[in-house]
């Protein structure tokens, strides 16, 4: 069961453009996390975000979460022809993490 | 260095061959997840483990098995694969299941 759907699916950008992606889900959750994934290669966490908080920072990273909506977002600032990659979220209902299909994020230098 | 280490990289082989593909985390985490991605499908898993011995099914377990006998290590147990099995398969622990994962570097397996 697929719980997080992203949007958009794809997203392309110039270097030093801000990326915001979406993400929105159907059921309480305890957290939910964010990924990136480089071609073909495995997943890497970015940042979680507990269901009662609503906004949090990581570097470049900003993350925010509404439980009313259902849906949390995810901002980078800046973007560099090295974030190039999909981004996936994650959400968490007691001990499962649920993916969605992820965006794909292109800057162009 | 903390890692989840995934063997083999690649794999091709033909229908009915059982095959193993292994997974061994040295962080001594708790949980451990095997996971298949698709193109347009994202990641769906397969089977999850919340501690030696106690193995679940997760979205899409048939066709495989697993096994948890020792806590460092998860492998993936395709009995008789089918073609409808090529996929990127990745490995995934944490110290609980709601935790953030840790990932291998994924196994691409084709069946032919």
């Known amino acids: 069961s697929q719980q997080g759907e992203e949007d958009p699916q794809a997203l392309s950008i110039q270097e030093g453009e801000n990326a915001t992606m979406n993400c929105s889900y159907k059921t309480s959750i305890n957290n939910l996390q964010w990924y990136r994934q480089n071609s073909g290669r495995g997943l890497v966490h970015l940042i979680l975000?507990?269901?009662?908080?609503r906004e949090k920072h990581s570097g470049r990273l900003r993350v925010t979460l509404d439980t009313s909506k259902k849906s949390s977002s995810l901002l980078i600032t800046a973007s560099r022809a090295a974030d190039t990659a999909s981004y996936f979220c994650?959400?968490?209902?007691?001990?499962?993490?649920?993916f969605g299909k992820g965006t794909m994020l292109l800057v162009s230098p | 260095e903390a890692q989840v280490t995934q063997n083999p990289r690649y794999l091709i082989t033909v229908t009915g061959k059982k095959l193993t593909v292994t997974c061994s985390q040295n962080?001594?985490?708790?949980?451990m997840s095997w996971y298949r991605q698709d193109p347009g499908l994202g990641l769906r898993q397969i089977y999850y483990s919340m501690n030696v011995e106690v193995t679940d099914k997760g979205d899409v377990p048939e066709g495989y098995k697993v096994s948890r006998k020792e806590k460092r290590n998860f492998p993936l147990i395709l009995e008789s694969p089918s073609p409808n099995q090529t996929s990127l398969y990745f490995c995934?622990?944490?110290?609980?299941?709601?935790?953030?994962?840790?990932f291998g570097d994924g196994t691409r397996l084709s069946i032919l």
């Open positions: 994650a959400t968490a209902v007691y001990s499962t993490l649920t």
């Open positions: 995934a622990s944490s110290l609980v299941g709601n935790q953030p994962q840790h």
């Open positions: 975000i507990r269901s009662n908080e």
């Open positions: 962080m001594n985490h708790e949980y």
